[in-house]
């Protein structure tokens, strides 16, 4: 006889159903969190003065994951020019004032952070993945997935975990995108200074 539909698939069994092509199930999980993960994006720069925070007044600031915004005033450091170095540094302001100034309140930073913070994410995926070896995405899982774990974190009643996260996420992610603007211009410019050949 066949088994009773409440007792499938049987507690022990950890496996996928034999009819589904291996790496499938993974995809479709992967492919249902990122647009889970836009969407909710999206929620938030409508939202556009909201911090977006669960907690109420002091509990969600942090020194650390607000001041932390300042790592992606890095880049400034080895960019080129004028431009450049004023991109990051405004990306370094506008995460500080809405991640530590004003996390407790509404404020026009929220919106302009996560605006802004979009479209330098958006240009470094054009500017690196255009010149840069494909390997460096790699890198940026990293940051990414803090990013994706502070998200995660905003469920849980306690902010410690959304603290941890968030300061890695802006660590992390600055120290990759001062790495990528470091060998999108200066690594060229000094290996040619020096006589050597890269790429």
């Known amino acids: 006889p066949p088994l009773p539909l409440t007792n499938y698939p049987p507690r022990w069994w950890t496996g996928r159903p034999p009819w589904i092509a291996p790496g499938t199930m993974g995809a479709k999980l992967l492919q249902a969190r990122a647009a ?43 960019a080129p020019g004028v431009l450049e170095p004023a991109l990051w540094l405004t990306t370094a302001f506008l995460s500080c004032m809405a991640d530590y100034v004003h996390i407790s309140h509404d404020s026009a930073f929220h919106g302009l952070d996560r605006c802004w913070a979009t479209l330098m994410l958006l240009r470094c995926s054009l500017l690196f993945g255009a010149r840069l070896d494909p390997s460096f995405f790699l890198l940026a899982l990293v940051p990414l997935g803090c990013f994706v774990k ?21 660590c992390s992610g600055g120290l990759v995108v001062t790495l990528g603007v470091w060998m999108l211009y200066r690594a060229p410019a000094e290996a040619a200074a020096s006589g050597l050949h890269i790429g």
């Open 150 to 170: 502070g998200r995660d974190a905003k469920l849980l009643p306690d902010p410690s975990g959304w603290v941890f996260w968030h300061t890695l996420w802006h």
């Open 36 to 78: 889970s993960l836009l969407k909710e994006h999206a929620m938030t720069i409508n939202r556009f003065r909201s911090p977006n925070m669960p907690w109420e007044g002091s509990a969600c600031r942090s020194p650390a994951a607000g001041l932390s915004g300042a790592c992606y005033a890095l880049p400034a450091l080895v």
